[in-house]
């Protein structure tokens, strides 16, 4: 009888940890569509990579930067940062500004509790732009301030150039070399 009851406590407690594991996982990965300007290409871009995400069975949450207002903490950015210190995972799909990242995501950064919200983590990295460099600088930029703040990129850093022209009229890429990159992108990094 004691044998049982301990089997069935730990049995519970195994149970119970399982369903946190779970919980977990759900937010496991999250995309950061890194601009505020509405109706952006990048958004476009990173909501593609949450389909192909769940189209590999994995739930991913997509985070747009277009309604935050980051120059002080507040209760919308608090909330933002309760999901983002849940995350293991994050994936940053960032236009080019001025050879550089948008102000709002490394503001992004800069306000959040660095320690609770970044270390220790790991990111992936895709540039977006309507030039020709698919915002190579930014992503070099994006990536000192991750390892900074002690965030472990992945060395498969996707630049997608002339993104204008590589959207369809519903905003998808259909170009096939680049939803190849992409897909081999996403599966190493699902590893990594």
């Not at 995309?31 to 990579?49: C, D, H, M, P």
């Not at 747009?64 to 507040?74: A, G, I, Q």
């Not at 933002?80 to 210190?85: A, M």
Request: glycine letters at 6%; one cysteine or more.
């Amino acid at each position: 009888m004691f044998s049982f009851i301990m089997w069935h406590k730990c049995a519970t407690q195994a149970k119970l940890v399982i369903e946190l594991l779970l919980v977990k996982i759900k937010y496991m990965i999250t995309i950061i569509a890194g601009t505020n300007r509405k109706g952006s290409n990048t958004l476009k871009v990173a909501e593609q990579y949450a389909a192909i995400f769940k189209e590999k069975g994995l739930e991913v949450q997509l985070v747009s930067l277009e309604r935050l207002k980051s120059l002080e903490r507040n209760p919308d950015f608090e909330a933002l940062e309760s999901t983002l210190k849940q995350t293991n995972k994050f994936v940053f799909v960032v236009p080019e500004y001025n050879g550089s990242i948008p102000g709002i995501l490394k503001m992004l950064i800069d306000q959040s509790d660095i320690k609770n919200v970044w270390w220790g983590k790991k990111a992936l990295l895709t540039g977006v732009s309507t030039g020709r460099a698919g915002n190579l600088r930014g992503m070099e930029h994006l990536t000192g301030i991750l390892n900074y703040v002690k965030v472990v990129v992945h060395p498969n850093k996707l630049p997608i150039s002339v993104v204008d022209k590589l959207l369809n009229g519903a905003g998808i890429i259909t170009d096939a070399p680049t939803i190849n990159a992409i897909n081999n992108q996403i599966d190493e990094f699902i590893q990594f």
